[in-house]
């Protein structure tokens, strides 16, 4: 967890930022107010309550936080607190995600044996190495390019350097010419305060499908559990089945719907995964996605 100064919090109170709905650029009203408490690193300090405004796009469907300066993860020194996160990361080889198991059973029964893979904001996770350490897959070609702010002497031909926030640093030819058959974005939307090097990577990368995963502020667990879909620290976009959809539709991906089993019948996560697949939304979404 950053940890952020008294002094840190201050300027981030007396900052003015407004944006703008991330899907259609439109100026959305202010729904409502969220405050996160930042802890100090100095005690004396306390804890500080931060005032971020809460927006909802009528047209779009989706709620998102004006930025706090200097606590997303957003700002230069921020993305190099980032870096030496994710250095320290694979440093340690951490394969994959927990959730990577039941992604790699889709995309088998997708692809059957060949699958090249553009995992944008891939982090220190691989989702080839999952496959790679399941001896029911390993024979199997699949193939993986990473995209993420990696330092630069993990870069290779299979981890390459892309800022999803600077479409600028983003090399579409190099990710064009690996011609993947799916692009994952795994827990990614949620954290980008704008879209335009996402929304440059999906409409120019000739990918077939594209697999999207996003917390969800419908989600049923947090209406048994009354809790609202608030964590501005991190998350600034709150998405719903329906805005994420919106989104896909803006870049020509229609909704795929995928009915598969769980790996294990008694694990609620293997369900909801499952369950999102054709469309029933219990916790977070889980979508495909297919090229029209």
Same mark, same amino acid.
């Given at each position: 967890?950053?940890?952020?100064?008294?002094?840190?919090?201050? %300027?981030?109170?007396?900052?003015?930022?407004?944006?703008?709905?991330?899907?259609?650029?439109?100026?959305?009203?202010?729904?409502?107010?969220?405050?996160?408490?930042?802890?100090?690193?100095?005690?004396?300090?306390?804890?500080?309550?931060?005032?971020?405004?809460?927006?909802?796009?009528?047209?779009?469907?989706?709620?998102?936080?004006?930025?706090? %300066?200097?606590?997303?993860?957003?700002?230069?020194?921020?993305?190099?607190?980032?870096?030496?996160?994710?250095?320290?990361?694979?440093?340690?080889?951490?394969?994959?995600?927990?959730?990577?198991?039941?992604?790699?059973?889709?995309?088998? $029964?997708?692809?059957?044996?060949?699958?090249?893979?553009?995992?944008?904001?891939?982090?220190?996770?691989?989702?080839?190495?999952?496959?790679?350490?399941?001896?029911?897959?390993?024979?199997?070609?699949?193939?993986?390019?990473?995209?993420?702010?990696?330092?630069?002497?993990?870069?290779?031909? %299979?981890?390459?350097?892309?800022?999803?926030?600077?479409?600028?640093?983003?090399?579409?030819?190099?990710? $064009?010419?690996?011609?993947?058959?799916?692009?994952?974005?795994?827990?990614?939307?949620?954290?980008?305060?704008?879209?335009?090097?996402?929304?440059?990577?999906?409409?120019?990368?000739?990918?077939?499908?594209?697999?999207?995963?996003?917390?969800?502020?419908?989600?049923?667990?947090?209406?048994?559990?009354?809790?609202?879909?608030?964590?501005?620290?991190?998350?600034?976009?709150?998405?719903?089945?329906?805005?994420?959809?919106?989104?896909?539709?803006?870049?020509?991906?229609? %909704?795929?719907?995928?009915?598969?089993?769980?790996?294990?019948?008694?694990?609620?996560?293997?369900?909801?995964?499952?369950?999102?697949?054709?469309?029933?939304?219990?916790?977070?979404?889980?979508?495909?996605?297919?090229?029209?």
């Amino acid at each position: 967890m950053v940890i952020f100064t008294k002094n840190d919090l201050m %300027k981030v109170v007396n900052s003015d930022i407004f944006r703008k709905c991330p899907i259609c650029n439109s100026s959305s009203p202010i729904k409502g107010y969220s405050f996160d408490i930042f802890e100090s690193n100095n005690h004396k300090d306390g804890r500080v309550k931060v005032k971020c405004s809460k927006r909802e796009c009528k047209k779009c469907d989706i709620e998102y936080f004006d930025l706090i %300066k200097g606590v997303n993860n957003f700002g230069k020194a921020a993305v190099n607190y980032y870096m030496k996160d994710l250095e320290s990361r694979l440093s340690k080889n951490r394969k994959y995600k927990r959730r990577h198991f039941m992604l790699d059973k889709l995309l088998i $029964k997708l692809f059957n044996d060949k699958i090249r893979i553009l995992s944008l904001g891939a982090g220190s996770s691989s989702i080839e190495s999952r496959f790679k350490s399941n001896k029911k897959y390993k024979n199997k070609f699949i193939q993986e390019m990473r995209l993420d702010v990696y330092p630069k002497k993990y870069l290779s031909e %299979k981890l390459v350097f892309g800022n999803l926030l600077e479409k600028k640093s983003i090399e579409i030819e190099n990710l $064009k010419e690996f011609k993947p058959h799916i692009i994952v974005i795994d827990n990614v939307l949620e954290h980008v305060p704008n879209f335009e090097a996402l929304s440059e990577i999906l409409s120019y990368v000739n990918a077939d499908y594209c697999y999207v995963s996003v917390p969800n502020r419908n989600s049923i667990l947090n209406l048994l559990k009354k809790k609202e879909f608030d964590w501005p620290v991190q998350h600034v976009n709150n998405f719903n089945n329906n805005s994420l959809g919106l989104f896909m539709k803006g870049h020509n991906f229609r %909704k795929f719907l995928f009915p598969m089993l769980p790996l294990n019948i008694l694990k609620l996560r293997d369900w909801v995964f499952v369950a999102s697949l054709i469309g029933l939304n219990i916790g977070g979404i889980y979508s495909l996605y297919k090229r029209k």
